[in-house]
C-alpha cells in the first residue's frame, strides 16, 4: 500500500471478526511501529500483547468495575474535563459514531452497551497495552514516544489489512490490567490498542472523522505568502 493510501484510509476500528492474527504477523507491525523516532533514542515504551483467556478476563474485569461504579484510575494526567472546541469535536465524532449504529439520543441502553464495548476492547481478538518505564515517569517525552510508537503501530497494522483503535477505556481500570497481563511496577501504563481484522459489515467501521483545516492547525512564520 501506498503511503498516502495508509494514512487517507486508516481509521479507528470499532468492530471485529474473530479470526485470530497470527503473532509473526503482530512481530512484523512491532518491528515497523519500533521504527518511530523517540527522544534521544531512548525507546521507553514496552508493549503488552494480549490475546485469548487472559483478555478475556481483562474484558470481564474491566466490564465489573465498571458496572461497580469503580472510579478511573488511569495512570496519567488527564486534566481539565474537555471542553470549548475540543468539546464539540469529541461529541461531533461521537454522533457520528451514533448517526452510524442507528443508536438514538435517549435509548440508554444501546448507549451503555456501546460504552461497554469499549471496555470489552471492542472485542477485538488481540490487545496492545503500551506502557512506557517509571524511571521516565517525570519526563514528558516518553508519553511522546509512547504516542509516535502507536501511531506507527496503527498504520503498520492498516497496511497489512488489520483494524485497531488507539483508546482509554482499555486502561482506564489498570489494576485489572495490571493483574492479567502481568505488566511489573516499574512499568506506567499508557494506553490500550485494540487489534484484529476489520468487520466490514460494522457500521462504524465506516465512520471517518474530520480535521480541522490547515488555517487552524498550522502557523506559517518567515514565508513570503
Ligand atoms: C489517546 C487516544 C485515546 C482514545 N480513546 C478512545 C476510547 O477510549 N474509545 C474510543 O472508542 N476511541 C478512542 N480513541 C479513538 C479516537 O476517538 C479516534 O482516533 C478519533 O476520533 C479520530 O478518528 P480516527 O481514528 O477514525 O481517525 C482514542 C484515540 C486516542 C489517540
Redesign the pocket.
Known amino acids: 500500500m501506498l503511503f498516502d493510501e495508509v494514512i487517507l484510509g486508516?481509521?479507528?476500528?470499532?468492530g471485529y471478526t474473530a479470526e485470530p492474527v497470527p503473532r509473526a504477523l503482530i512481530e512484523e507491525i512491532l518491528g515497523l511501529a519500533m521504527r518511530a523516532p523517540s527522544s534521544y533514542n531512548s525507546q521507553p515504551y514496552h508493549f503488552h500483547v494480549i490475546t485469548g483467556e487472559p483478555l478475556d478476563r481483562i474484558r470481564a474485569g474491566n466490564v465489573e468495575r465498571i458496572l461497580a461504579g469503580a472510579p478511573d484510575s488511569r495512570e496519567f494526567r488527564t486534566g481539565q474535563p474537555m471542553g470549548g472546541v475540543h468539546r464539540e469535536?469529541?461529541i461531533y465524532?461521537a454522533k457520528q459514531?451514533f448517526g452510524a449504529m442507528g443508536i438514538d439520543r435517549d435509548d440508554k441502553e444501546r448507549r451503555q452497551d456501546w460504552v461497554l464495548?469499549?471496555f470489552r476492547q471492542?472485542d477485538a481478538p488481540v490487545c496492545v497495552i503500551i506502557s512506557y518505564d517509571r524511571i521516565m515517569a517525570d519526563c514528558d517525552d516518553a508519553p511522546f514516544d509512547c504516542?509516535a510508537v502507536?501511531?506507527a503501530l496503527?498504520n503498520a497494522a492498516w497496511s497489512r489489512g488489520l483494524g485497531t483503535?488507539?483508546?482509554?477505556?482499555?486502561i482506564?481500570q489498570s489494576p485489572v490490567v495490571r493483574e492479567h497481563a502481568r505488566i511489573p511496577d516499574d512499568q506506567i501504563i499508557m494506553?490500550?490498542i485494540a487489534l484484529g481484522w476489520p468487520d466490514m459489515s460494522f457500521p462504524a467501521n465506516a465512520?471517518?472523522?474530520e480535521?480541522k483545516s490547515l488555517d487552524e492547525a498550522v502557523s506559517f512564520v518567515g514565508f513570503d505568502q
Open positions: 486508516r481509521r479507528s476500528i470499532r469535536r469529541q465524532v459514531l464495548r469499549g471492542f504516542g502507536a501511531t496503527v483503535v488507539i483508546n482509554s477505556q482499555g482506564m494506553k490500550s465512520v471517518v472523522s480535521r
